[in-house]
Nanobody, 125 residues
């Protein structure tokens, strides 16, 4: 069983920045591929970013490329999402997710086994 706890969400003005954190339980965090997804009201959950086990490979949705950065600290069992140049359309609940099986930076939520409870990000115009 893996537990994921997100933090760092909040209210920010357009153009501002936030850093989300996701702390994971378990002794084998370095073996998890980690991802961030988001879900806005009335919309489906969508892929934001993913990072491989070592942190050497990342993947981003086109909508956040160049503005968001995913990173991880395996010593701290934590994955981060640095969000810069935020836009009102980034408003959503952000979830981190762990893939223990597939091992690739998938954009599909079906490939992830465990999910956090989510943290709200609101960007005002």
């Amino acid at each position: 069983q893996v537990q994921l706890v997100e933090s760092g969400g909040g209210l920010v003005q357009a153009g501002g920045s936030l850093r989300l954190s996701c702390a994971a339980s378990g002794r084998t965090f370095s073996s998890y591929v980690m991802g961030w997804f988001r879900q806005a009201p009335g919309k489906e959950r969508e892929f934001v970013a993913a990072i491989n086990r070592s942190g050497g490979s990342t993947r981003y949705a086109d909508s956040v490329k160049g503005r968001f950065t995913i990173s991880r600290d395996n010593a701290k069992n934590t994955v981060y999402l640095q969000m810069n140049s935020l836009k009102p359309e980034d408003t959503a609940v952000y979830y981190c997710a762990a893939d223990l099986r597939v091992g690739i930076t998938s954009t599909s939520s079906n490939m992830y086994d465990y999910w956090g409870q989510g943290t709200q990000v609101t960007v005002s115009s």
